[in-house]
């Protein structure tokens, strides 16, 4: 398994402002994925962070909504931009270990005023 | 496509009895299949998953599943609830192994224990 650690924890934002979300991961990882748990909701795939190269965006996500960095094996951030009381969700990142296990992050708590 | 469906919303027991959880996917070749668990304020925890190796699968915490092609079903279960198992469960199946792994999740199911 992987260690994995988010930051922030939780937020409260004002609408219009952005916040940028930190994962970090103990060991090297190819593949690493940011999701959005919307209340009381199951978790929806955003994108998926590739070192090296653009993000990979899922339908009805876009980068300029939510731009991902990746500078190397260990560590990416998310961004909300122009945050909107719609995007007050659980965002949580998690890394592929091996052929098909993913592991979670604790997740970031976002509230938007 | 793939898809996962937990047949139910909200589960209740009491403890010391056991824990049925239903989940049946749909997928058009094997699939991985995963069943992950979130408390409270607290993120996923893989409980155990399910990759074409034995039908039945033991995770942790005394949960297994069992994997029944005919039926398509990855049903969660655990002989003797404890007050601890009161989380939210997700069943998860996976897209393609050779496409990195991506997640089809259901839209989980809330356990209850009561004393």
């Known amino acids: 398994s992987a260690v994995i650690s988010q930051k922030p924890s939780r937020d409260i934002c004002q609408r219009g402002t952005s916040l940028t979300i930190q994962c970090q991961v103990d060991?090297?990882?190819?593949?690493m994925f940011w999701y959005r748990q919307q209340p009381g909701q199951s978790l929806t795939l955003i994108a998926t962070a590739n070192q090296g190269s653009e993000a990979t965006y899922e339908s009805g996500f876009v980068i300029d909504k939510f731009p991902i960095s990746r500078p190397n094996l260990t560590f990416s951030t998310l961004t909300v931009s122009n945050m909107s009381p719609e995007d007050s969700s659980i965002y949580l990142c998690?890394?592929?270990?091996?052929?098909?296990?993913?592991?979670f992050g604790p997740g970031t708590r976002l509230t938007v005023l | 496509a793939q898809s996962v469906t937990q047949l139910d919303s909200h589960v209740s027991v009491s403890e010391g009895t056991p824990v049925l959880l239903r989940c049946n996917y749909s997928s058009s070749y094997s699939p991985s299949l995963f069943w992950y668990v979130q408390h409270p304020n607290k993120g996923l925890q893989l409980l155990l998953k399910?990759?074409?190796?034995?039908?039945l699968v033991k995770g942790i915490n005394g949960f297994e599943a069992e994997f029944k092609k005919s039926e398509t079903s990855f049903h969660l279960t655990k002989p003797s609830a404890h007050m601890s198992d009161a989380a939210e469960y997700f069943c998860v199946v996976s897209s393609s192994r050779d496409q990195g792994g991506k997640l089809i999740f259901g839209q989980g199911t809330e356990l209850s224990v009561k004393p």
């Open positions: 060991s090297q990882v190819t593949m």
């Open positions: 998690s890394v592929l270990a091996g052929s098909d296990t993913q592991y």
């Open positions: 399910y990759t074409s190796a034995a039908t």
